[in-house]
């Protein structure tokens, strides 16, 4: 993390974190172009970096703390900072895409959840109610309420639908840094945790896993999957606390648009 100091944004700085969170979007929207079955996960990342460069961009990830790529790829039970790799996605997987980007001096850092092909209704299940959870503690990303109403907001969410919330990571703040003070845990309780004030951009990130709550990291350094092997999802927003509704910066519509065609 970027030190403990919170740095409440400006509406210049805000407008170049939008600008970096909408690149994000884009180049996401790109790798959904291309994902299908066959696909690696190496070849998006390719795609991604190119979109990134492209549009006078840096690929935040690439080499933050010695990470390999440009996306963080997790595949089914992986749950977050899988590296890609050349095996093909096959039919019935899905694929958290995680993508960062560094532009004008602001990183914008989204993440969504890919299906390949045609999915059990199990998994639709839990992709949508983990988007879900996203909305909801976006929701509570409002001036004057607390970090642990946005934390109540995916957990109650996901756990009344039976599913695990991952507690060892969390959403961050977002601005000159990719990860900065506070933390935004994916669990809490209402009414608890530091006061939210207008300016603060946040990454809010639910991990939400169909089994147990439990994660393990595997040997190569960064990958973290769940502890039984079941599924896992992952949507990510960039928000801005603002007074009574929160403004998103990042987006999933161009990527939705590709989907839906
Ligand atoms: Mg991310
Ligand atoms: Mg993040």
């Given at each position: 993390?970027?030190?403990?100091?919170?740095?409440?944004?400006?509406?210049?700085?805000?407008?170049?974190?939008r600008e970096s969170s909408l690149l994000v979007g884009r180049t996401l929207a790109e790798v959904a172009k291309v994902l299908k079955p066959?696909?690696?996960?190496?070849?998006?990342?390719?795609?991604?970096?190119?979109?990134?460069?492209?549009?006078?961009?840096?690929?935040?990830?690439?080499?933050?703390?010695?990470?390999?790529?440009?996306?963080?790829?997790?595949?089914?039970?992986?749950?977050?900072?899988?590296?890609?790799?050349?095996?093909?996605?096959?039919?019935?997987?899905?694929?958290?895409?995680?993508?960062?980007?560094?532009?004008?001096?602001?990183?914008?850092?989204?993440?969504?959840?890919?299906?390949?092909?045609?999915?059990?209704?199990?998994?639709?299940?839990?992709?949508?109610?983990?988007?879900?959870?996203?909305?909801?503690?976006?929701?509570?990303?409002?001036?004057?309420?607390?970090?642990?109403?946005?934390?109540?907001?995916?957990?109650?969410?996901?756990?009344?639908?039976?599913?695990?919330?991952?507690?060892?990571?969390?959403?961050?703040?977002?601005?000159?840094?990719?990860?900065?003070?506070?933390?935004?845990?994916?669990?809490?309780?209402?009414?608890?945790?530091?006061?939210?004030?207008?300016?603060?951009?946040?990454?809010?990130?639910?991990?939400?896993?169909?089994?147990?709550?439990?994660?393990?990291?595997?040997?190569?350094?960064?990958?973290?999957?769940?502890?039984?092997?079941?599924?896992?999802?992952?949507?990510?927003?960039?928000?801005?606390?603002?007074?009574?509704?929160?403004?998103?910066?990042?987006?999933?519509?161009?990527?939705?648009?590709?989907?839906?065609?």
């Amino acid at each position: 993390m970027g030190g403990r100091k919170i740095y409440y944004k400006t509406e210049e700085e805000i407008d170049l974190l939008r600008e970096s969170s909408l690149l994000v979007g884009r180049t996401l929207a790109e790798v959904a172009k291309v994902l299908k079955p066959g696909v690696s996960t190496l070849d998006i990342d390719k795609v991604a970096e190119e979109c990134i460069r492209d549009n006078e961009g840096v690929p935040g990830f690439l080499n933050y703390n010695g990470f390999p790529n440009s996306l963080c790829t997790s595949v089914n039970s992986q749950v977050v900072h899988g590296i890609p790799n050349d095996t093909p996605l096959e039919e019935g997987d899905i694929v958290s895409v995680d993508c960062g980007v560094l532009k004008n001096g602001f990183y914008g850092d989204s993440a969504y959840t890919f299906t390949i092909g045609e999915v059990s209704d199990e998994i639709k299940k839990l992709l949508r109610v983990t988007k879900e959870s996203l909305y909801l503690a976006i929701e509570q990303a409002v001036a004057g309420n607390r970090m642990g109403d946005i934390g109540y907001a995916v957990q109650h969410h996901a756990e009344s639908n039976g599913y695990g919330v991952v507690r060892e990571l969390v959403g961050h703040g977002l601005g000159q840094n990719l990860h900065e003070a506070p933390e935004v845990p994916n669990y809490g309780r209402r009414g608890n945790g530091m006061k939210l004030r207008e300016g603060l951009v946040l990454a809010i990130e639910p991990m939400i896993n169909m089994g147990v709550r439990q994660v393990k990291q595997l040997n190569d350094g960064w990958t973290i999957k769940t502890a039984d092997n079941l599924p896992s999802a992952h949507f990510e927003h960039d928000v801005v606390v603002r007074k009574g509704k929160a403004e998103i910066l990042s987006t999933f519509e161009y990527i939705e648009e590709v989907l839906n065609k």
